[in-house]
C-alpha cells in the first residue's frame, strides 16, 4: 500500500487534499449551524417535514458527493471522475464570474477562495504527471501479446 501511494504523483495528492478540505470546511460549517440549512432545505423543498436528523442526512449525502470523485481518482485513477470534477468546478467558475460581473449578490472572500482553491486543485489534476496518473496503461498489441 505505501508502494502505491509514493507512485501517485504530488499534483494528485494535492488535489485530494484541496478538494477533501473544501469539502469537510463546507461540512463542518454546515453542521454547525445546522437551524439555518434546516430553513434553508424547508424554503427548498418544503413538501418535506425536515428536522434535525434529516438535514445532517441530506449534508452528509453532500459531503459524500465530494469525496466519491476524489476517490475514484486518488484510489484508481478514473479519468471519468476527473471529468466530472472539471465540469462542476466550471460550472462553479462561471457562476462565480458571472455573480462578481453583475454585482448582485454578495460573495464572502471566503467563499471566493474555496471556489479559487477548487479550480487550482482541478488544474493540477492537468499537469503532465496527472495525465500519466489518470492515462490506463497500454495493452500489448495482437503480436506483441505473443513475443
Known amino acids: ?84 470534477f472539471t465540469v462542476f468546478t466550471f460550472i462553479l467558475g462561471v457562476g462565480l464570474i458571472r455573480t462578481l460581473a453583475e454585482g448582485t449578490a454578495t460573495l464572502e472572500a471566503w467563499n471566493i477562495a474555496k471556489i479559487v482553491a477548487l479550480l487550482v486543485a482541478c488544474a493540477l489534476l492537468f499537469t503532465p504527471s496527472a495525465n500519466r496518473w489518470l492515462t490506463p496503461p497500454q495493452e500489448p498489441r495482437d503480436a506483441e501479446v505473443f513475443e
Not at 509514493?6 to 463546507?26: D, F, K, M, S, T
Open 1 to 84: 500500500m505505501i508502494a502505491d501511494l509514493r507512485q501517485r504523483p504530488l499534483p494528485i495528492h494535492a488535489y485530494a487534499l484541496i478538494a477533501l478540505a473544501v469539502g469537510l470546511e463546507g461540512y463542518i460549517g454546515a453542521l454547525l449551524d445546522l437551524p439555518a440549512w434546516e430553513l434553508a432545505f424547508e424554503d427548498t423543498l418544503p413538501q418535506f417535514a425536515w428536522n434535525r436528523d434529516w438535514t445532517i442526512v441530506t449534508l452528509s449525502a453532500r459531503f459524500s458527493i465530494v469525496c466519491i470523485p476524489v476517490a475514484a481518482i486518488w484510489i484508481w485513477g478514473a479519468r471519468f471522475a476527473r471529468t466530472l
